[in-house]
């Protein structure tokens, strides 16, 4: 007869306790410890749920053994194509057999219509999409609006995973696709859907089939207030790759950025566009981020970023306005908002420009969020067009780093981020003249402006 335990769990990072904490010693939050019951199974039971609900529970499991790294055979195996170029990118090539992917966002971001999406690309393959959140009808609704058909898609609604195993067994997918982990619940584990106990439980049975059998897992997750990934912080450690789904809602484009990836690169990233039926890959976001420019307006400057592996060239846009408060406000979408505050100080202290009377408002068209140095140039030429009103040229494009005095400074790969302004029909770009030395700029079909200090690029700009 299994035993039955209360145990307290923190709600943040997953740490344990026999009685109730105020402050967490692991992560150091306050008012975190929920108790839970918890039994604690047979050692075959806890260590193979998955077995147990199937037919393959009959069958002894080989005891593990140690063996010299020398004779450890490896054989590269074939990733599975998912017919997605931007979820094959931030994948590292594709889905790898046996590996258990978590994929988090904001409620409503897309993370269901990507899934269901991608689950409908495979063609040839039984994919199993197990729903705990919405009913058959919802999901098939959400299929007719994609205006896609696939007869090895297999929808199942339900939440005990003793079940789902026992339709794993009868089905044999291919794939299996989980929306979303928090709503399942383990039969071991007597706890609710969602406690960190039971997320940590199913994590590890789906885990278990999946390194057992080869078949690739896929989990929605959902996220906290502050973006986090919800439950214990061990969720992410247990699967083999995060995937994060960024981006405003009420706006078209959408970012898959990876965390973690033992497959292959964290810096890679994948863009979509919301559309009526599904999400659109985006091949060539620069173009599509620019495309809204018809004339030349002030506060608008182009920065040159890179985001993973892909050089992006972005519209950085700054109003700035005498101020009718006391306290200038200062607001940035998409930027850094305590960069932003820095880089007014560096403008007011080494420029001589006034801004303590006037608010500044900052956006990076397209509701992306940016974090790359190198935009810090376009930022300030932005709020000095928009101060001045003096619009930029459309064809000047900007990359480089700005110091706090005043000295413009070197950003990484910059021979990328030229190519992609030459590609897009820009003709004039400013670095720092540390990028220069080292760079054969006479092969790049554009005219190149190195420069030490911010004064002499805003010079070069506004005269």
């Keep these: 007869m299994a035993k039955v335990k209360t145990l307290f769990f923190c709600q943040n990072c997953g ?31 806890a260590a193979n ?42 994948l590292g090539g ?23 999406q991608i689950a409908m690309q495979l063609n040839g393959l039984r994919i199993l999409y197990v729903s705990g959140e919405e009913s058959e009808q919802q999901i098939k609704m959400r299929a007719e609006r994609l205006g896609r058909q696939h007869p090895g898609l297999y929808i199942l609604t339900e939440t005990n995973t003793q079940n789902i195993f026992r339709q794993i067994d009868q089905l044999q997918p291919n794939v299996v696709v989980v929306d979303s982990i928090q709503t399942l619940h383990s039969t071991i584990v007597e706890a609710g859907p969602g406690s960190v106990s039971q997320v940590r439980e199913c994590t590890t049975e789906l885990l278990k089939y999946a390194k057992d059998t080869g078949v690739p897992v896929l989990l929605i997750g959902h996220i906290t207030k502050d973006g986090s990934i919800a439950g214990p912080k061990i969720l992410e450690h247990m699967v083999d790759t995060v995937l994060q789904f960024e981006g405003d809602r009420h706006l078209t484009y959408r970012i898959l950025r990876t965390v973690k990836n033992r497959f292959g690169s964290t810096s890679e990233l994948g863009i979509y566009e919301m559309q009526g039926a599904g999400l659109r890959q985006v091949s060539n976001p620069s173009e599509i981020l620019l495309s809204q420019r018809t004339e030349s307006l002030s506060g608008i400057a182009i920065g040159a970023t890179v985001e993973g592996n892909r050089p992006l060239l972005v519209e ?10 006391g306290t200038p406000q200062r607001s940035a979408t998409g930027f850094d908002a305590k960069r932003l505050q820095m880089l007014l100080a560096v403008l007011e202290k080494r420029s001589g420009l006034r801004l303590g009377q006037h608010d500044v408002f900052l956006n990076i068209a397209g509701g992306l969020r940016l974090e790359d140095p190198a ?44 190519s992609e302004a030459e590609k897009l029909g820009f003709a004039e770009m400013y670095i720092s003249q540390f990028n220069a030395k080292g760079l054969d700029l006479a092969r790049y079909g554009i005219r190149v402006h190195p420069s030490g200090r911010l004064d002499e690029v805003l010079t070069g700009l506004f005269g």
């Design 94 to 116: 594709g889905l790898v057999p046996g590996s258990l992917v978590l994929i988090g966002g904001e409620p409503g971001i897309g993370k269901s219509t990507l899934m269901l």
């Design 15 to 45: 740490a344990q306790s026999v009685k109730w904490i105020g402050r967490c010693p692991s992560c150091g939050e306050w008012n975190t410890y929920v108790e839970e019951v918890v039994e604690k199974p047979d050692t075959a039971t």
């Design 375 to 418: 935009l810090d140039l376009a930022v300030c030429a932005a709020v000095v067009s928009s101060l001045n009103d003096v619009p930029i040229r459309n064809e000047i494009c900007l990359a480089a780093e700005v110091g706090l005095s005043g000295e413009i400074r070197a950003v990484s790969r910059l021979d990328q981020r030229l």
């Design 49 to 90: 749920a998955w077995k147990a609900s199937t037919s393959v529970g009959s069958t002894a499991a080989k005891a593990a053994k140690p063996k010299p790294l020398g004779d450890i055979i490896y054989e590269e195996e074939s990733r599975l194509n998912t017919h997605d170029q931007e979820l094959n990118r931030v």
């Design 316 to 325: 950085v846009q700054a109003l700035v306005t005498p101020s009718t408060y």
